[in-house]
């Protein structure tokens, strides 16, 4: 099975800030990767799928880029509202169809 | 408009069963593979399965830590995808939800229901 090291585990930053999240594949998923945010009590919302495609209507301060095995998430001006969790998560589309998620990344406000 | 509605979810013993339903609408239900993802308390998020459309002849996949356990099942006349899960276990007590996958990623999801695994 795939798995999915994603870091770092929590962030803390001031509003404004340029965030970085990474996430590494145990082997090579080309650009099979998305990455959601999730706040408390909600469920996910996907926010970059196939490792650099913004969603309909996700701000474009978000972004996401990489390929094979390592991926960034990034927030290049970080907004109040943009706390939450954020989750990679890998799917094995050329295979058998199985998903794996990374372990988050909580992000807080400094 | 696109919804996802689970249910099912409740209070179970250890080694019991119990059957989730999610009632899709607003899209072609019969045309998507349909997903279920799982989120303990405090917890990250983990893929438990999913179930592909008829074109794809039914087929499912599942998480090693659920499979032989778990079933996933779908009625397209009734636009509705199912979770069975048997021989539940304490590790199972999850918030599960349902979701739609759109070239990979899961773009509508369910507002999910709480299984409760306890004595």
């Known amino acids: 099975d795939i798995q999915m090291t994603q870091s770092p585990s929590s962030l803390s930053a001031s509003v404004g800030d340029r965030v970085t999240i990474t996430c590494q594949a145990s082997?090579?998923?080309?650009?099979?990767l998305n990455w959601y945010q999730q706040k408390p009590g909600k469920a996910p919302k996907l926010l970059i799928y196939?490792?650099?495609n913004l969603e309909t209507g996700v701000p474009s301060r978000f972004s996401g880029s990489g390929s094979g095995t390592d991926f960034t998430f990034t927030i290049s001006s970080l907004q109040p509202e943009d706390i939450a969790t954020y989750y990679c998560?890998?799917?094995?589309?050329?295979?058998?169809?199985?998903?794996?998620f990374g372990q988050g990344t909580k992000l807080e406000i400094k | 408009e696109v919804q996802l509605v689970e249910s099912g979810g409740g209070l179970v013993q250890p080694g019991g069963s119990l059957k989730l339903s999610c009632a899709a609408s607003?899209?072609?239900?019969?045309?998507?593979?349909m997903h279920w993802v799982r989120q303990a308390s405090g917890k990250g998020l983990e893929w438990v399965g999913r179930i592909r459309s008829k074109a794809n002849s039914y087929a499912t996949a599942y998480a090693a830590s659920v499979k032989g356990r778990f079933t996933i099942s779908r009625d397209d006349s009734k636009n509705t995808a199912y979770l069975q899960m048997n021989s539940l276990k304490t590790e199972d007590t999850a918030v599960y939800y349902c979701?739609?996958?759109?070239?990979?990623?899961?773009?509508?999801w369910g507002q999910g229901t709480l299984v409760t695994v306890s004595s």
């Open positions: 607003g899209f072609t239900f019969s045309g998507s593979a």
């Open positions: 998560q890998q799917y094995d589309n050329l295979l058998q169809g199985m998903y794996t």
């Open positions: 196939d490792a650099s």
């Open positions: 979701t739609r996958p759109n070239w990979g990623g899961f773009d509508y």
């Open positions: 082997q090579d998923i080309s650009n099979y």
